[in-house]
């Protein structure tokens, strides 16, 4: 057993000792400087302001100024046939387009009562001013279509689109479609 005792006691002195040593070190250690202040912007600080480069204004027309649109309003009319006309087959149809429509062709339909398309023809037109593109024009075709009775129906010319198929403009007049 005394082996077991100077063995305990021999690594109760080691420990005392690195205890010692470490404490030792610690007190003579050299200490950390204390923080030294640095110029940190704190909510009542302002700082001149900067200049920030901003675009020149620019000149605004005047509201009187005439502006040229860069694309005319498109508009059909249909002077042929009237609202409320009789009509037999084949329709005749006339009027005017604010700009002429792709290809100088737009398309004329009767509608029955059910609004089902009983025709569908193509209606060509022509410039006011023979070899100006995009300016006013005329137009007049013939559209022969079939119903089983006379009743209630519709005519429409429309210009559409060659990019989707849509309409671009359209004029419509409701008439009475007849079996003659």
Do not use: W
């Amino acid at each position: 057993m005394k082996t077991n005792n100077a063995t305990t006691r021999q690594r109760l002195g080691s420990l005392a000792l690195t205890t010692a040593f470490l404490f030792l070190v610690a007190c003579i250690a050299p200490r950390t400087p204390p923080p030294t202040e640095t110029s940190v912007p704190t909510p009542t600080q302002s700082f001149p302001p900067t200049s920030t480069p901003t675009a020149a204004p620019t000149a605004q027309p005047s509201p009187t100024a005439q502006r040229t649109p860069t694309t005319p309003p498109r508009d059909i009319v249909l002077t042929a046939p009237v609202e409320g006309a009789t009509i037999g087959s084949p329709v005749e149809v006339h009027g005017r387009v604010s700009v002429m429509p792709f290809e100088g062709t737009l398309r004329g339909r009767v509608y029955n009562e059910a609004g089902e398309v009983v025709s569908e023809e193509p209606i060509q037109t022509l410039p006011d001013d023979e070899g100006e593109l995009g300016g006013p024009g005329t137009f007049s075709g013939s559209i022969p279509f079939q119903v089983d009775a006379t009743g209630p129906g519709r005519v429409e010319v429309a210009e559409i689109s060659a990019r989707d198929g849509s309409i671009v403009t359209s004029a419509v007049v409701s008439v009475t479609l007849t079996t003659d």
